[in-house]
Structure formats: structure tokens, C-alpha cells
């Protein structure tokens, strides 16, 4: 019998950082299967007698509902913690522990994550968004010398959805350039490539996985066949070792992962961090 | 004169839980300039140890370093736990709970958020942003019948972002269509959303805000006047009222709050959410 229980995410914002810690916490628990709801922009006494009555209605259906909450407000808060429900404050315990470290009271204002917040970073993240679509898949390399970071590597090896996590969530502009058949033809990097080998970063994966993606999108092809995959991705990382280019295996890893990675290992500041 | 500290957010995976709930903990103390530093998969002892001594590096440098940390294996957590600074585990706090109000002990696995994790929900979330790439701005609408939500508004009101975002955190397949001055031309819904319409979810935006970004775009132009901002965002929210389509103002909002609330007044449920 798998025990199943309720969670709710509450915040006066958009809820994503309750959702996100949340989350984390709960993957803790797998033998539990949890339903979950989030209930955002909880920021008027009226709301939050609305989440309480969702809570406890979820409470009379089942087990003692758990609540993630990172209300401010003290009205609106009181009034979703007193749900007959498990209230975990995902603030409290770590701002009082920040006001002594620091010296000084903390402010108390709503919607400070996940807002527009610093204009100047927003903005950034927006450019960088805009500057990796213009930019996908080697769409044009016109403006690579603006880019942070280029990622390469054969098609379906992560490249475009890596590069929009990179500029969606860090602000970074990230640009990325297939390595395609005709482009192992040739010794050495591809040409548009040259001027711009301290921006490279490869994407490797395994031949099998690679298969598998490409037979998704064009079942049966020799674009999708194992031989064609062993030889590219082969080829692919024969060039990243003889060129000095590093590169990160994607075949196991998430976006967050590969993002992460590439951030970290090519030192690249996160200009739209806040 | 402005206080500055020094933040190290430490995880044995990508780092990005501490980061955010840190980032929001920190948004609460805005006289204060954080120096922040990220340290993700400390997942041995020696990254452990490397991971000390820079924090211990920062200390010998200025005030005490804050440390947010999302680590699990008691062995690095107490490596990273001894360095001179205040250390504050994000997890410690809410497992307990969790683990006296589920009534089973938690896995304490390394990885669990921000991997691939559940292989279905990933794939729906890598296959909604292929699709919101292949239907962003009205590219094609031959598969508007398999969008989860169809985002319209004038050009720059924010719909790309917001779709993909949509896309790779809560694997929704967001589509979009802009309304383009002939689309006022015609009465009612332009023709190609006429099947769609409970798919139909309305971007505003006030027109100066409108004008300002459209001259970044493309400086002085007809396109970003002010007197034709104003007749397309005119135009549009009444398409919106006479339509009964829901819409929502971007204009003081970030992507993430258009987003969430997009999803909350759509009701979609989030597909990708594991």
C-alpha cells in the first residue's frame, strides 16, 4: 500500500522557492507519493483565509496535509498556520539566526524574489534569452564575440536547452554551433569557430543514448542509426582532446546539471544573478 | 559606508536549491553587499576539504562568511560544518519534522533534486521546450491542438520568455501567436485561434513600457512609437474583453510571475513537475 499525503507550497510570491525547497525535501521520502499544490501570491488577509480553507478541506479528506510556507507577513502567516495542518516555516528558522550574524533587522518586504527585483540583472537575463534564440543552433555566429560561453557538439547532444537554462536563469549569453559530419571532414576546429577557442565548451554523450534521442525525432534514419552516432560522437570527442576544449558528458545529466557544470568549470560569472 | 559579507552556497549537486531559498533569505537584508559564491557537487571528502578552505580563505579576508548549505552525507557536511563560519543547513531543519510526521526515516540520497530524476517528467520537460521553440512566435500552428496553452499578445509583451520558461521548469507546451496590426484589421479572433480559444491566455502591457522596450529593438521607428503602442495595446486588451479571454499585465512583472501566474489562473496542471 503506498501512503500517499498532501503537501502545499504558500507564498505571497510566485512560490518557487517553497516549491523548489520543498521539493528537495520531499525527494527524500520516495516509498511516499505526495499531492502536490501550490498556492501563490498569498498576500491579503482574505487569501489566506482561502488557502486555510483548502488546507483543511484536504485535511478532512485524508492524512494531516504539510505545509510549506514562506509567507512575511505575520497576518497573513498566523492565519495559514493555524490550518490543521504540519506548518513548516521555511523563513523564520534562518532569519533570526541572519539578524544576529548581520547586526541588523531584516526588512520584511514581500516579493523581493523572483520579482523584477534588480532591474539592471532582469534586463540581462531578458538580452540573454534573446541573444540565445538569435543564436541556436549556429543560426548565425555573426556576433559570437559577444557571447559568454559557445557551447558544440553533434545534434541532440543538449545543446539548446542547456543554452537557454544558462541564459534564463543566470543571465549568461550562450551561444551554441553543431558539429555536423561535414564539419569532421575537415581537420582541426571548424573555421567560424577559430577566433573564439577560449569560449568553447563540448557536449559529449554516449553513442547508444544519442540513438535512441535521434530515433524519437527521425525513427529508422541513418542519421539516427548506431554506426552514424558512434562515429560523430567519436569523432566529436577525438576534437575536443586534440583541440584542448573541455567538455562534460551529458548523457546522465540534467539540464541543471550540464548548466551547472559548464558554468563552474569555464569560471563564468552569473552577470544576472540578483 | 555599506556592510559587505561573503555568501557560499555548498551542495553535493547543483547547488541551485541553496541558491535560491539564500538568495530569498538574503533579499531581506537590502543594506548589506553579499559577495556570493557557489561550491556545488562537494560529493567527496577531499572537494570537502577544497571547499573549507576557501571559505576559511574568505574568513582570513573579512568578516565571517554565511554558509547555506544543502548537503546530505554527514561525512562532507561535517568537513564543510567546521569551517569559521556561521553554517546554516537548510535540510537538518525541516527532515526531522518530516521524518517524526511521515513516520519513516528519509533516504538521505545524494542527487535526488535537480537530476534527471523521474525520466518521464524530464522528457516531457526537454520535449515542451522543443515544442515552444518550433511554435514560438506563430512559427507554425499546425500543432496548436497539442499546446497545453496558447500565450497571444503584441510583439515584445513578453510571450517568448514566459512560454519558455513555462516549458523547461513545469514542462507545460507552451505555444504562442502574436497579434500584429492586421490582426486588427479583422474582427474577433484572428482566424487561426478560432479552434483554440480555452487554450488562449492574453499578454498586456502598458504602452510607454511597451514603446521604451521596442526602441531598444529598434530605435525611432514606426513599430516602437508611442502613438502605435498605444493602438496595439489598445486594440488588444479589448480583443481580450470582448473575447472573454483571460489575460494578465506584464508590465511590472518578471517572467516567473507571469508564469506562475499563468499556470494558477489557467489551472494547468504541471506535468513536468516530478
Redesign the interface.
Known amino acids: 500500500m503506498t ?1 500517499s ?1 498532501t503537501v502545499f507550497f504558500v507564498s505571497d ?5 517553497a516549491e ?2 520543498g ?10 507519493a505526495f499531492g ?1 499544490f ?1 498556492l ?2 498569498v498576500d491579503t488577509p482574505e487569501k489566506a483565509r482561502k488557502a486555510r480553507a483548502e488546507i483543511d478541506r484536504a485535511a478532512r479528506e485524508g492524512a ?1 496535509p ?1 505545509v510549506f510556507s ?1 509567507l ?1 507577513e505575520p497576518a497573513e502567516k498566523s492565519v495559514v498556520a493555524s490550518s490543521d495542518a ?1 506548518f ?1 516555516d ?2 523564520d ?3 533570526s ?2 539578524e544576529a ?2 547586526g ?1 533587522e ?4 514581500l516579493g ?6 534588480n532591474h539592471g540583472a ?1 534586463q540581462e ?2 538580452n540573454a ?2 541573444f540565445t ?1 538569435a543564436h ?1 543552433d549556429g543560426a548565425t555566429t555573426a556576433n559570437f564575440d559577444q557571447a559568454d560561453v559557445i557551447l558544440i557538439g553533434v545534434s541532440r547532444s543538449g545543446k ?2 542547456t543554452c ?2 544558462l541564459a ?1 536563469q543566470y543571465g549568461v549569453k550562450a551561444a551554441n554551433y553543431p558539429l555536423t559530419p561535414e564539419d569532421f571532414g575537415e581537420p582541426g576546429l571548424p573555421k567560424p569557430l577559430l577566433p573564439f577557442r577560449h569560449k568553447l565548451f563540448g557536449l559529449a554523450i554516449a553513442p547508444e543514448r544519442l540513438s535512441q534521442i535521434r530515433n524519437q525525432r527521425r525513427p529508422d534514419s541513418g542519421y539516427a542509426s548506431p554506426e552514424n552516432c558512434r562515429y560523430e560522437t567519436r569523432r566529436a570527442e577525438a576534437l575536443y582532446r586534440s583541440e584542448g576544449i573541455r567538455f562534460v558528458d551529458t548523457t ?6 550540464i548548466a ?2 559548464v558554468l ?1 568549470e569555464a569560471g563564468l560569472s552569473r552577470p544576472g ?2
Not at 531584516?106 to 518586504?109: A, F, G, I, R, T
Not at 546522465?252 to 546539471?257: G, I, L, N, R
Open positions: 501512503i499525503r510570491g510566485t512560490g518557487i522557492t523548489m525547497l521539493r528537495t525535501l520531499l525527494s527524500q521520502f520516495p516509498g511516499i502536490r501550490t501563490p501570491f494531516r504539510i514562506t512575511i504540519l513548516l521555511l523563513f528558522r534562518f532569519i539566526p541572519l550574524e548581520l541588523v531584516s526588512s520584511h518586504m523581493l524574489s523572483h520579482g523584477i527585483g532582469y537575463r531578458i534569452v534573446n534564440l541556436d539548446t536547452p537557454l537554462y534564463m546522465t545529466k540534467s539540464v541543471e546539471e551547472i557544470t563552474h544573478y540578483p
